[in-house]
């Protein structure tokens, strides 16, 4: 099984920006790793930008916009941008998988519950198998008119709804233990 690493959204924006990620704590620190793991393995790794179209957040050619610079130290074989929740909407990213002969997708990046959790159900229904990191993933917590929840809360109840059949959730270190 040839298997692709996502690299989702792992901008400025998450930590010097609005949306500061604050769950898991070292999620940044597992992405970096498993990103190592997957040079040294030979695996695809694909970085996904966002582009945000709400004039707030990932303005284009901001600060915030741009991948985090560690991020940009370790290698990759493919960058592409996105202006919706899922890295499959109106990009590249399925003609490269079949390109690459992928077919299973490693979910790593942010936000847990939105980019992650969309590209995984997307990629679960386009026929790829998914496993999605559960601490090289992260989120922030969120308050809005429907309620109020934790980032570990959120993380964790994304995490649960994807492992009910989208995903095969594991930490970066069982990743890497089991996925040659």
Same mark, same amino acid.
């Given at each position: 099984?040839?298997?692709?690493?996502?690299?989702?959204?792992?901008?400025?924006?998450?930590?010097?920006?609005?949306?500061?990620?604050?769950?898991?704590?070292?999620?940044?620190?597992?992405?970096?790793?498993?990103?190592?793991?997957?040079?040294?393995?030979?695996?695809?790794?694909?970085?996904?930008?966002?582009?945000?179209?709400?004039?707030?957040?990932?303005?284009?050619?901001?600060?915030?916009?741009?991948?985090?610079?560690?991020?940009?130290?370790?290698?990759?074989?493919?960058?592409?941008?996105?202006?919706?929740?899922?890295?499959?909407?109106?990009?590249?990213?399925?003609?490269?998988?079949?390109?690459?002969?992928?077919?299973?997708?490693?979910?790593?990046?942010?936000?847990?519950?939105?980019?992650?959790?969309?590209?995984?159900?997307?990629?679960?229904?386009?026929?790829?198998?998914?496993?999605? *990191?559960?601490? #090289? !993933?992260?989120?922030?917590?969120?308050?809005?008119?429907?309620?109020? =929840?934790? %980032? @570990? $809360? *959120?993380?964790? #109840? !994304?995490?649960?709804?994807?492992?009910?059949?989208?995903?095969?959730? =594991?930490? %970066? @270190? $069982?990743?890497?233990?089991?996925?040659?």
């Amino acid at each position: 099984m040839k298997k692709a690493l996502l690299v989702i959204d792992v901008q400025n924006e998450y930590f010097t920006g609005k949306l500061k990620v604050t769950y898991p704590s070292n999620s940044l620190d597992n992405i970096l790793k498993v990103m190592d793991y997957a040079k040294e393995n030979n695996m695809i790794t694909i970085i996904v930008q966002h582009t945000g179209s709400d004039g707030n957040t990932f303005i284009r050619k901001s600060n915030e916009w741009e991948i985090h610079p560690k991020i940009l130290e370790k290698s990759c074989d493919y960058i592409i941008e996105k202006t919706k929740p899922s890295s499959f909407y109106k990009t590249n990213l399925e003609e490269i998988l079949i390109k690459e002969d992928i077919d299973e997708v490693i979910i790593s990046g942010y936000m847990t519950q939105m980019c992650c959790d969309t590209t995984a159900r997307d990629a679960f229904h386009k026929g790829y198998n998914v496993k999605f *990191l559960s601490d #090289a !993933t992260g989120t922030i917590d969120v308050s809005n008119d429907i309620g109020t =929840i934790n %980032s @570990e $809360d *959120l993380h964790k #109840a !994304t995490l649960i709804a994807q492992s009910l059949g989208f995903s095969k959730v =594991i930490s %970066s @270190e $069982d990743f890497m233990k089991i996925c040659l």
